[in-house]
């Protein structure tokens, strides 16, 4: 059903857990199906140094949210901001068409906190 | 499920209802049907003549389990072909006395999207609720019928939390009522005594792959009297009331394995029985927050149905599969993250739950050593996918 690139990072997620001192914590879920992701990201001068995840949801969610955190990590918020959820599929290799919609979460987490630091900043949101 | 585990993890198969092995001695059964005694049984030259018996042999073995009569076994291609003939071909038989059926909200979907096209037709269904249990209230199957009421189809006991319905009062309720009683017991062959007499039943399903008989073969019991109209309509086998020609070596393979898993009901339930307690037991005193669903003991005595809220059931069925443990979920994240079954949700099961069920169903092949084994892999991997998902 999953790729290998997929199921080693469903086995074995990058950056899970919960991280201390973040700059903005988000969680977001989708009402459809009860999946739920909690992002932790870490932010100077305008860079994510650090992020991490928790997910409730299927592998193609969990591999999605550790793929997403692994494209980010050391970025812009701007570059950040830029990666959609085709991006974080292309690099796991595919997923069942069924389970595209499962990668969307860790993008929205993205978008929603970098938006959220941005107005915390004084900027207006993206 | 690919990738597979590692070759060198022996399988747990823990999925019983989804399907069973062919039991090496029904293959042997089968086999000089293949070959040997490959004669069409409708020819008249003597070669055919050993399939024509073995034929009229299986049909014996199937009625023996059921309690009726040789000639009240059709053959099929499957339990959801039977189910279609009975429902389809009973409600259209009856159609000039009424267009409503009566059925219960957890049947399979065998049952549920036949009723389902019947609504197309102009026919009216009854879904009947379940209590929390997963258990059909017969009083209500009462209430439910109307005069134009010409089918009740209640499953003996339901695929997924392995419920056993109380079919013999539905069928005196039926009888009573003067209507045609129809029951899938797909599951239940092999695992409790089956009586059509006692159980009041007119129609009965059954399915060979689910005790250890070979797929696509499958039989409908019609009581003596009652005449659904055909499903399959051609050449005059089965009577005239199933056309096709007969699928010798399933039908004789179907006849084998359904003698072999009658023949010791009781010993099967207590050997069983004693590895789902076991199994059971383990899971509830080393995995807390988990929930057992489905009856305390109105169930098929091979079933194990759990929710651990905190996770997904198909993370959850992804692990298991690496450690070579193969089990089933009650609710599939697969087409635009659908809601749970239709069964849980019938039951009140909440969402949380629903999400995070695994089905464990059992059979005469898993071991004591299989269950301790289950139950040394299982709590981690659901401590650690609920860590993963703790906020």
Redesign the interface.
């Known amino acids: 059903m999953y790729n290998e690139t997929v199921m080693d990072h469903f086995e074995h997620p990058r950056n899970i857990g919960e991280m201390e001192d973040p700059t903005v914590v988000v969680e977001v879920g989708s009402g459809e199906c009860g999946d739920r992701t909690k992002l932790f990201l870490k932010i100077e001068d305008d860079v994510i140094v650090d992020v991490s995840f928790k997910t409730l949801g299927c592998a193609a969610a969990i591999a999605s949210s550790s793929m997403a955190t692994e494209m980010i990590k050391e970025k812009t918020l701007k570059e950040a901001w830029d990666l959609t959820n085709r991006d974080v599929v292309e690099a796991l290799g595919g997923l069942p068409e069924q389970k595209i919609h499962c990668s969307v979460l860790a993008e929205d987490a993205i978008r929603e906190a970098i938006n959220i630091y941005r107005k915390g900043q004084g900027f207006e949101p993206w | ?3 597979s585990h590692a070759p060198d993890i022996p399988t747990v198969y823990l999925d019983h209802s989804a399907t069973t092995p062919t039991h090496p001695d029904v293959v042997r059964a089968m086999l000089p049907y293949f070959t040997e005694h490959f004669g069409n049984p409708s020819s008249l030259y003597s070669i055919s003549d050993a399939a024509r018996a073995a034929i009229a042999t299986a049909r014996t073995q199937v009625a023996a389990a059921l309690g009726c009569s040789a000639d009240e076994i059709f053959f099929t291609a499957g339990g959801t072909e039977s189910d279609n003939w009975a429902i389809r071909g009973m409600t259209s038989a009856r159609k000039k006395e009424g267009n409503h059926i009566v059925t219960s909200s957890i049947e399979h979907h065998a049952v549920l999207h036949t009723c389902g096209y019947l609504e197309t037709q102009g026919f009216s269904v009854t879904h009947l609720p379940v209590d929390r249990y997963g258990l059909v209230d017969p009083a209500q199957v009462e209430a439910a019928i109307t005069p134009e009421t010409t089918l009740i189809s209640v499953m003996m006991a339901n695929n997924e939390v392995g419920t056993i319905q109380p079919v013999q009062e539905i069928g005196a309720v039926a009888r009573d009522h003067g209507i045609c009683f129809h029951t899938d017991a797909v599951q239940a062959v092999g695992h409790m005594a089956i009586d059509v007499d006692a159980m009041k039943i007119d129609l009965l399903s059954l399915s060979g792959h689910k005790f250890f008989g070979p797929k696509g073969t499958g039989a409908l019991y019609i009581r003596d009297g009652i005449l659904p109209d055909n499903l399959i309509h051609g050449g005059g086998q089965e009577k005239g009331r199933r056309a096709g020609t007969e699928n010798v070596p399933g039908i004789v393979g179907l006849g084998a394995a359904i003698a072999r898993v009658t023949i010791d009901i009781p010993g099967h339930r207590e050997r069983v029985g004693a590895l789902r307690d076991m199994l059971v037991q383990g899971i509830s005193g080393r995995i807390p927050d988990s929930h057992y669903n489905g009856h305390p003991d109105k169930r098929l005595v091979n079933n194990a149905h759990f929710s651990f809220p ?3 059931g ?2 959850l069925l ?2 298991l599969n ?1 450690k070579g443990i193969c089990a089933s979920i009650g609710s599939a ?7 749970m079954s239709h069964v849980l949700r019938a039951m009140g099961v909440p ?2 739950y629903g ?1 995070s069920s695994l089905r464990l169903t059992l059979g005469d092949d898993n071991t004591k050593e299989e269950i301790e084994y289950v139950l040394d892999v299982l709590p981690p991997l659901i401590a650690r996918l609920r860590e ?4």
């Not at chain 2, 994240?333 to 809601?339: A, L, P, T």
């Not at chain 2, 993963?388 to 906020?391: D, E, G, N, T, V």
């Open positions: 499920m690919n990738p905190g996770l997904d198909e993370a992804l692990m690496r994240c697969s087409s635009g993250c659908e809601d969402p949380s999400r993963m998902a703790a906020f």
